[in-house]
């Protein structure tokens, strides 16, 4: 699983924050490794393989504070993403890196949540604190989909 997000910026950083939330469940082994990739999701090309990749990140879709948007990769289009830079790729842009180089993840579900607050601050909002314990549980109902 992998976190994504600026822990400096409020509910920018949900996707650190569920996975700081996996940890303190004592979720993690086997079958899900936690990743906190920060604003750095290009830290996917590192890894060997994975079969399932679940990303959590923050994404403003104009609904409540805290709704979850999720959706697979399929739904993205990778050929219209291009790689401007080496430095700072965004989560599309290391995917289609992925695939080009024949390291595609086999499954990828992403949930993306709306931020109700994205200005400096260490803690999420309170709609959003509230929330992460649930999103945590999405992330593991996915796993177990396998």
């Given amino acids: 699983m992998l976190g994504i997000g600026n822990t400096l910026l409020r509910d920018d950083g949900v996707g650190v924050h ?10 993690h082994g086997e079958r899900l490794q936690l990743i906190d990739a920060g604003t750095s999701p290009d830290v996917l090309l590192s890894l060997d393989s994975v079969d399932k990749l679940i990303v959590v990140d923050a994404a403003d879709g104009g609904c409540e504070p805290g709704a979850v ?4 990769l399929e739904e993205v289009d990778l050929d219209e993403q291009g790689v401007d830079s080496l430095h700072q ?14 390291r595609k993840p086999n499954d990828v579900v ?5 931020p109700k ?11 959003l604190a509230q929330k992460i314990p649930g ?12």
């Fill in 18 to 27: 569920v996975v700081e939330a996996l940890r303190d469940m004592g979720v």
């Fill in 69 to 72: 948007y999720r959706f697979r």
């Fill in 89 to 102: 790729m965004n989560l599309v842009q290391t995917l289609w890196m992925m695939d080009m180089l024949g």
């Fill in 110 to 114: 992403i949930f993306g949540i709306q």
């Fill in 117 to 127: 607050e994205i200005e400096l601050g260490l803690e999420p909002s309170d709609e």
């Fill in 135 to 146: 999103i945590a549980e999405l992330v593991l109902e996915e796993i177990e989909r396998c």
